[in-house]
């Protein structure tokens, strides 16, 4: 009979001794099998993987804190620009202001300028006009004051001597007329 065959009238649940020492040892067997050979493969895998995630995280941490390095410095710079544009806007408002001022003080000059020009010119323009009146109203009254007297005044020092008594005594009445107007 064989061993490994079950008999009839034994119980089924229970395995052949044979059997189960054969399994034992097949076990055993494939058990050093696998923990020699399979699970330092799975081990080595697994510190593989273990090593890139590691790595990938920390290349990603590395990552982060340079991309939150580069954005402080973003910012900073940012600040920064906007600090000097606000000088530079002040600057500017500044030296317009200075402008400003330097072409109203300029204006205000040319303006006193053309002004003093303007009088010196009517000063002069008086004096002329003073002076043709003052001849032609001597020559109006030496003729009519020769016409009066009936005598002839061409004689240019008496005629000159006339005409300034004339115009004498009408300033003095003139300086009267605007006194007692005041």
């Known amino acids: 009979m064989n061993t490994f065959l079950v008999p009839m009238a034994e119980n089924p649940l229970i395995p052949a001794w044979g059997e189960l020492i ?6 055993l067997i494939l058990t050093y099998a696998i923990a020699k050979f399979v699970v330092p493969m799975f081990e080595k895998t697994y510190s593989e993987r273990t090593a890139a995630i590691q790595g990938g995280l920390e290349k990603a941490e590395k990552a982060q804190a340079e991309a939150d390095a580069a954005l402080t410095e973003y910012r900073a710079q940012l600040a920064e620009a906007r600090g000097e544009a606000a000088k530079i806007r002040e600057d500017a408002k500044t030296q317009g202001a200075q402008i400003i001022a330097e072409m109203r ?22 004096s002329q006009v003073v002076h043709q009146l003052r001849t032609e109203i001597g020559s109006l009254a030496t003729t009519l004051a020769g016409r009066i007297v009936g005598e002839s005044l061409e004689d240019d020092e008496r005629a000159r001597r006339t005409v300034d008594r004339f115009l004498a005594d ?5 300086d009267a007329t605007s006194v007692g107007r005041s």
Not at 22 to 27: A, P
Not at 170 to 174: A, N, V, Y
């Open 22 to 27: 054969v399994s034992i040892v097949f076990i």
């Open 170 to 174: 009408l300033e003095d009445s003139d």
């Open 105 to 126: 003080e300029h204006a205000q000059a040319e303006a006193a300028r053309i002004a003093a020009s303007a009088r010196a010119q009517l000063e002069a323009e008086r």
